[in-house]
T-cell receptor, first 109, second 115 residues
Framework: EDQVTQSPEALRLQEGESSSLNCSYT??????LFWYRQDPGKGPEFLFT???AGEEKEKERLKATLTKKESFLHITAPKPEDSATYLC??????????FGKGTRLHILP | GAGVSQTPSNKVTEKGKYVELRCDPI?????LYWYRQSLGQGPEFLIY????????DSGLPNDRFFAVRPEGSVSTLKIQRTERGDSAVYLC?????????????FGQGTRLTVV
C-alpha cells in the first residue's frame, strides 16, 4: 500500500534560518511526487512536481529534491510569509494521489 | 472557470440528513479527486474519477458516501444519513490526464458540520 510520512510534524524557525522538511514514501510505480502549501482555511496550493530520482525544482526560497525513497523541501532564508502547512503527496501506477499529514511551518519575525 | 470551484463553501446539517457537495473542475481536466481533511491532518483520499467513471473508490468510508460525475465534468459527493463524525473539510481537485502533467489543483473546500 502506498504510504507517505512527513517529518517533522511542526517546525518553528527564526526569519532567515534555513532548514529542510522531509517526505519519506513507499509507492508502487511512482508517477510523480508533489509538494503543496496550505494556508489555514484554504485548499492546498500546488508548488512542485518531481518525476524521477535526482530531479530538483526551485521556486523563490524553496527547492525540492527527490531520491528513490524520500524528498526534501529546502527553505532558504525563510520569511514570515512562508509560514504554512507543507504537504507532500505521491501518485503511483494506479493514478491515486496519497498525501502525508503535513509539516506545520512557523517562521518567527 | 479559472480554477476548481466548490459549493457550498460551508454547510451545516443535522445528524441523519442527506447532503450534496458540488465540485466544478478546471475546464478540460479529465481526472477529478475527492478528499476529506480533518483538523491537523493531511487530505484523506476518498474517490478518483477518470472521465465519467470512478476509477478508484477505495477511500469511501462506507456505503453512506457516494459520488457521481455523469458528464465527465461537474462532480457531486453525496452523503446519506450524516453522522457527527462526517464533519470535516471536503476537498476536490482536478488534473489534466492522461498525457499531460499529472499535478492536481484544488478548490477551497466545503466545510461540513454535522450537528
Amino acid at each position: 500500500e502506498d504510504q507517505v510520512t512527513q517529518s517533522p510534524e511542526a517546525l518553528r524557525l527564526q526569519e532567515g534560518e534555513s532548514s529542510s522538511l522531509n517526505c519519506s514514501y513507499t509507492v508502487s510505480g511512482l508517477r510523480g511526487l508533489f509538494w503543496y502549501r496550505q494556508d489555514p482555511g484554504k485548499g492546498p496550493e500546488f508548488l512542485f512536481t518531481l518525476y524521477s530520482a535526482g530531479e530538483e525544482k526551485e521556486k523563490e526560497r524553496l527547492k525540492a529534491t527527490l531520491t528513490k525513497k524520500e524528498s526534501f523541501l529546502h527553505i532558504t532564508a525563510p520569511k514570515p510569509e512562508d509560514s504554512a502547512t507543507y504537504l507532500c503527496a505521491v501518485q503511483g501506477g494506479d493514478d491515486k494521489i496519497i498525501f502525508g499529514k503535513g509539516t506545520r511551518l512557523h517562521i518567527l519575525p | 472557470g479559472a480554477g476548481v470551484s466548490q459549493t457550498p463553501s460551508n454547510k451545516v446539517t443535522e445528524k441523519g440528513k442527506y447532503v450534496e457537495l458540488r465540485c466544478d473542475p478546471i475546464s478540460g481536466h479529465t481526472a477529478l479527486y475527492w478528499y476529506r481533511q480533518s483538523l491537523g491532518q493531511g487530505p484523506e483520499f476518498l474517490i478518483y474519477f477518470q472521465g465519467t467513471g470512478a476509477a478508484d473508490d477505495s477511500g469511501l468510508p462506507n456505503d453512506r458516501f457516494f459520488a457521481v460525475r455523469p458528464e465527465g465534468s461537474v462532480s457531486t459527493l453525496k452523503i446519506q444519513r450524516t453522522e457527527r463524525g462526517d464533519s470535516a473539510v471536503y476537498l476536490c481537485a482536478s488534473s489534466l490526464m492522461p498525457g499531460g502533467n499529472t499535478e492536481a489543483f484544488f478548490g477551497q473546500g466545503t466545510r461540513l458540520t454535522v450537528v
